[in-house]
């Protein structure tokens, strides 16, 4: 009856084995090209993962809605209808996607202002984003913020200072560790503010005060219109913490962010304080929308990156290869978010701008209304909580 036992049981794991490979993928990270460098770190992120089907069509939805909001975003804005500063963040969308995969949306994070994909991923709707980038009422700022600063429920935004949100993030580390209620913060920034000044003063306190806080560097290689060699004595960022542990990983393939972030966010709870990530990524514009973007790289560099690694294509050649979704699944996926992007555009052209009366309201949380000088001493606004 033993034996019987192992034949049922051997049966059921092969029937288990084979659901799972049909629905499952087994992805090694430690192929050469998706290997992770790690700093200071005794363990490193699991080489072999596993992602479902919903999962990865979530994946993919999450990731073709971001790069289809950032393509009409550009459009708008060759109408002139979008104005000011406007970073796009098309090539980046495994960072955020993978990133989000592995935190809560309890958890906390903060980000320069390359911000339109985070504020997605954080809950905002494509109608909200794209109504704040055009100034519109129905924005998430409620037309106030633009392109650099978008909020919503536990993201500190976009902001505009380069560098500035880091020692914020470490402040609402500081809030989670002071609550004690398990959370953390990621706080994002570039390679071109990965040089500045008070980024080391912030891990120093983050060390010091063993804060729940991952500092990841998106590293796209090029600061404005610099490129990491020509900035950085040193292009390894992900040992730039020094007494920080680090890790490095590939910020094109969804997979090792998710579990790069996964294992910095255990790191996180279990009070062991800070820790740095680097994501090797691409942006496929130029720094902001007044950068063509070509002057300091080729574009034969870019279309490579685009054929090459595109985030989007990795995960879809991977879903097909392993028949975990049909070529019509997909598009019909690419068909919806079309629409809901267009529907959104609509939006954000037609719904009216906030008025003058408006300008003052929330400069307070709750408090009762107040006079508000104006541009002289007698014109006077309301600010309403």
């Known amino acids: 009856s033993e034996k019987m036992l192992t034949n049922i049981s051997n049966v059921l794991r092969a029937c288990a084995q084979r659901n799972v490979s049909t629905q499952s993928l087994n992805y090694g990270l430690s192929k050469p090209k998706t290997k992770c460098d790690v700093h200071k770190l005794d363990e490193a992120p699991a080489t072999q993962v596993v992602m479902t089907r919903d999962e990865g069509l979530q994946y993919y939805r999450t990731m073709q809605t971001m790069r289809r909001m950032e393509l009409k975003a550009d459009q708008l804005y060759k109408q002139k209808i979008i104005r000011g500063f406007c970073h796009l963040y098309d090539g980046q969308e495994a960072c ?24 997605y991923t954080r809950g905002g709707t494509v109608k909200e984003i794209m109504a704040e980038l055009t100034g519109r009422r129905g924005g998430i700022a409620k037309g106030k913020g633009g392109s650099m600063h978008m909020y919503c429920k536990h993201f500190y935004g976009g902001n505009g200072i380069v560098g500035a949100q880091v020692p914020l993030g470490a402040g609402v580390a500081l809030a989670c560790k002071f609550q004690g209620n398990n959370e953390l913060c ?23 005060w063993k804060l ?20 950085a004595a040193s292009t390894d960022y992900f040992k730039r913490g020094d007494f920080i542990p680090g890790l490095r990983v590939d910020g094109m393939d969804i997979l090792c962010v998710r579990e790069a972030t996964r294992f910095a966010a255990d790191h996180c709870r279990s009070g062991k304080g800070p820790i740095l990530m680097e994501l090797q990524t691409y942006r496929y514009h130029g720094h902001s929308m007044s950068d063509p973007g070509v002057s300091y790289r080729t574009r034969e560099e ?22 975990m979704a049909s070529v019509e699944e997909l598009k019909e996926i690419d068909v919806e978010v079309r629409k809901e992007i267009e529907d959104a555009a609509q939006f954000a052209t037609t719904d009216p701008e906030p008025p003058l009366e408006e300008l003052c309201n929330h400069i307070f949380s709750n408090n009762p209304p107040l006079e508000v000088r104006g541009t002289n001493p007698w014109a006077k606004l309301k600010s309403v909580s």
């Open 96 to 119: 955020a996607v993978g990133i989000e995969a592995s935190i809560n949306l309890t958890d906390h994070l903060i980000t320069a202002y390359r911000a339109h994909g985070y504020t």
């Open 186 to 208: 990621v706080c994002l920034y570039g390679d071109g503010a990965a040089n500045q000044g008070q980024i080391f003063e912030t891990y120093n306190m983050a060390a010091l």
């Open 212 to 231: 729940p806080v991952i500092f990841i560097c998106e590293n796209n290689r090029y600061g404005m219109g610099t490129s990491v060699e020509r900035a």
């Open 302 to 323: 870019i279309q490579e990156v685009r054929s090459k690694s595109d985030p989007i294509s990795l995960l879809k050649d991977r879903m097909l290869s392993n028949n």
